[in-house]
Structures are given as C-alpha cells and as structure tokens.
C-alpha cells in the first residue's frame, strides 16, 4: 500500500532553517503530485506547497513565498521542502500528501495519501 513518512523537523530558533523530507512508497512516484500542508495548535490545515510531478511547475501559499522551497527526486521518491527564514507562525504539523494526477491542486480534499507529519517549532 501507499505510505508516506516525513522527516526532518524539529525546534529552530526564529530565522533559522528546516529540510523536511517525505519518502514515498508503493506507488510510481514519479507520476504523481505531491504537496505539502500544515496545522498549528486550534487551526485547521492549511497548503504550504505543491509540485507537479516532473517537478517542473511549483506552488505556494502567500505566507511562505520566498522563505520555503519545495522540490523532489523522483529517483529517491522523495519531496523536499526547505524552510529558511522561519518564524514562530510557522510552527506546526507538517503533512506531505500525494495526488493521484501529475499536476496539483491547492485543496486538501484534492490529494489521496497522507504521511502521518512531523512537527515543526519555532521559538522566538
């Protein structure tokens, strides 16, 4: 079956960088979508990130243009998303999630798979 892990997170101080990682497994990867979402303390999840499956085309919610980069290597069957700049509103749960479809989509409701997250803190 499809299975999702991420890595990577941790506690950073504000201005500080992450690399999440989420490796993906039983499925052909490269075919697929993936995006990544986020969920603080009383707030619903939200999008962070999307990347078409030739990683070719990316996304990004307003809050972290600039700051995060995401990226993929279908080789390794993994996305990437670097967070540098970071600020105490970017602590959260991290969420990879995989779309059946080479392109993506901003919804939650729009991808198939979800790893199980890894959290995020920033202290100020």
């Known amino acids: 079956q499809v299975q999702l892990v991420e890595s990577g997170g941790g506690l950073v101080q504000a201005g500080g960088s992450l690399r999440l990682s989420c490796a993906a497994s039983?499925?052909?990867?490269?075919?697929?979508?993936m995006g990544w979402f986020r969920q603080a303390p009383g707030k619903e999840r939200e999008f962070v990130a999307a990347?078409?499956?030739?990683?070719?085309?990316?996304y990004y919610a307003d809050s972290v243009k600039g700051r995060f980069t995401i990226s993929r290597d279908n080789a390794k069957n993994t996305v990437y998303l670097l967070m540098n700049t970071l600020k105490p509103e970017d602590t959260a749960v991290y969420y990879c999630?995989?779309?059946?479809?080479?392109?993506?989509?901003?919804?939650?409701?729009?991808?198939?798979?979800w790893g199980q997250g890894t959290q995020v803190t920033v202290s100020s």
């Open positions: 990347i078409s499956a030739s990683g070719g085309s990316t």
């Open positions: 039983g499925v052909i990867f490269s075919i697929n979508a």
């Open positions: 999630a995989l779309r059946r479809s080479a392109l993506f989509v901003l919804y939650i409701t729009g991808y198939d798979y």
